[in-house]
């Protein structure tokens, strides 16, 4: 994302209306591995390693609602597994 502005401190991830647009987003911070899917709400899923989500062991996975305070809320709880 070199150039754009992250919403967080820690991960690379676009600002709120990236998602409200409907995009999925997945990245990872050396071996933590996250990915942001798009619905109803926002999905955050993360694990370890360099596998993609699909063939990955998910260790987190979380729903939040898909407005500017979900995706705050997210930011928080992602940023927190990062911290343990």
């Not at 063939?55 to 979380?62: P, R």
Request: proline share 2%; glycine share 8%.
């Amino acid at each position: 994302m070199s150039g754009k502005t992250s919403v967080s401190e820690i991960f690379e991830i676009p600002a709120y209306y990236y998602f409200a647009s409907g995009n999925d987003y997945s990245g990872s911070r050396g071996d933590f591995s996250y990915k942001i899917k798009n619905g109803s709400s926002l999905k955050c899923l993360t694990w370890h390693g360099k596998l993609c989500s699909m063939k990955a062991v998910i260790e987190n996975e979380k729903d939040f609602e898909k407005t500017p305070e979900g995706f705050a809320e997210m930011i928080k709880w992602l940023e927190s597994l990062i911290n343990n």
